[in-house]
């Protein structure tokens, strides 16, 4: 049953992140929440608070003109929950030595959502 609320709470927050909906991405954050983005085993963004997390999705959001992560699998072990993700984005500015802007982006990784109670207290990316 409770991998049931898991799934509804991922995916209302997948659902505002693809529409850029901030305060419904905040919605289900614990106020500790640690985020941290890793690409090639390597982390590349580590945040620590919902400040913090409201801060960075605020920047993030001005990167991509559309941008959509679809859930491709679930995996429940505990109290974390693992979605393989396929992210596609139109890049709305220039990125430094890599695609510009109009350009579309398309990554393959996986989210691990780490909850206590019915709160999410930490989101990893990986890719």
């Known amino acids: 049953m409770l991998y049931l609320t898991y799934k509804?709470?991922?995916?209302?927050?997948?659902k505002a992140y693809n529409s850029?909906?901030?305060k419904g991405m905040l919605s289900d954050l614990d106020s500790t929440i640690e985020f941290e983005n890793q690409v090639d085993g390597r982390i590349r963004l580590k945040i620590?608070?919902?400040?913090?997390?409201?801060?960075?999705?605020?920047?993030?959001?001005?990167?991509?003109?559309?941008?959509?992560?679809?859930?491709t699998g679930w995996?429940?072990?505990?109290?974390v929950v693992?979605?393989?993700v396929i992210f596609e984005g139109i890049l709305a500015v220039d990125s430094l030595d890599g695609?510009?802007?109009?350009?579309?982006?398309?990554i393959k990784g996986i989210s691990e959502f780490t909850f206590f109670g019915e709160k999410i207290i930490q989101i990893v990316e990986k890719s």
């Open 8 to 14: 509804t709470i991922i995916k209302n927050y997948i």
């Open 99 to 106: 695609p510009k802007m109009g350009e579309i982006l398309k």
């Open 48 to 71: 620590t608070g919902i400040r913090e997390f409201e801060e960075q999705a605020i920047r993030a959001k001005n990167y991509f003109m559309r941008r959509q992560m679809k859930v």
């Open 20 to 22: 850029f909906d901030i």
């Open 82 to 84: 693992t979605v393989d």
């Open 75 to 79: 995996h429940f072990e505990n109290n």
